[in-house]
Nanobody, 115 residues
Framework: QVQLVESGGGLVQPGGSLRLSCAAS????????IGWYRQAPGKQRELVAA???????NYADSVKGRFTISRDNAKNTVYLQMNSLKPEDTAVYYC?????????WGQGTQVTVSS
């Protein structure tokens, strides 16, 4: 069992930056692949970035070159550094931990990009 808590969201102007954190409690955090997802009002939840247990990463085309996902297994935390933010990045951001059939979600953190 893994419990996830996201933090770091907020209101930022276009072009600004935020760093989201996903803190995990429970056992064996390092064996889980972690993904950051987002859901904007009226839209489906979409994968933004993911990192495997070995540190390989992948990104949605819409955030490539602007967002960076990383993990610190010693701190049981995954980060999403978001730069050059755009209004279309506005959404609730969720982290997900997955391993085989087990999948866990956090409660989400709101990111609003607006002037």
């Amino acid at each position: 069992q893994v419990q996830l808590v996201e933090s770091g969201g907020g209101l930022v102007q276009p072009g600004g930056s935020l760093r989201l954190s996903c803190a995990a409690s429970g056992n064996s955090f390092s064996i889980y692949a972690i993904g950051w997802y987002r859901q904007a009002p009226g839209k489906q939840r979409e994968l933004v970035a993911a990192i495997t247990t070995t540190g390989s990463t992948n990104y949605a085309d819409s955030v490539k070159g602007r967002f960076t996902i990383s993990r610190d297994n010693a701190k049981n935390t995954v980060y999403l550094q978001m730069n050059s933010l755009k209004p279309e990045d506005t959404a609730v951001y969720y982290c997900n931990a997955q391993r085989t059939l087990a999948s866990y979600w956090g409660q989400g953190t709101q990111v609003t990009v607006s002037s």
